[in-house]
């Protein structure tokens, strides 16, 4: 169902009036499939409708009734990492950075310097430079 609109007072006594759920009720949305749930919300958001009223109806993927999985929130425990995919052991000496603050080691490698020889000119004629490019001289 879409947002209560109105003054803060009427939306607090809207949601005080309203029971929690009742355990049917959670149960029931746990047994139906997501189809017949999305199409159970797109007739309710339909009838909820009255005169002069604005319903916001959105997608609902049923998060409310979602527990989330270790492997969720600890990917890293035992439970989480047993996925069916193999995966290397970390056999590495360094310290897991996880758990304790790791440093870098080394520094940044020197600038690499591209020379387009297509853009230099043509040695003159006679030069070292024009021998060394006909073989008529050996390199320096």
Do not use: H
């Not at 609109?5 to 047994?31: C, H, N, R, W, Y």
Request: with cysteine; net charge neutral; hydrophobic share 30%.
């Amino acid at each position: 169902m879409g947002p209560a609109f109105g003054p803060p007072a009427e939306q607090a006594a809207t949601k005080a009036e309203s029971p929690p759920p009742d355990d049917a009720v959670i149960a029931s949305g746990l047994m139906i499939s997501p189809a017949a749930a999305a199409r159970r919300r797109r007739a309710e958001c339909a009838e909820s409708r009255r005169q002069g009223e604005i319903v916001v109806c959105g997608a609902d993927r049923g998060e409310q009734w979602r527990v989330p999985s270790t492997t969720d929130s600890d990917p890293r425990s035992r439970q989480g990492m047993d996925t069916g995919v193999p995966s290397a052991p970390n056999v590495s000496s360094l310290p897991d950075c996880t758990r304790v603050k790791c440093r870098g080691f080394g520094k940044v490698p020197p600038p690499v310097y591209v020379v387009d020889f297509s853009k230099l000119p043509q040695a003159p004629a006679g030069s070292d430079a024009d021998r060394i490019a006909k073989g008529e001289a050996p390199d320096p």
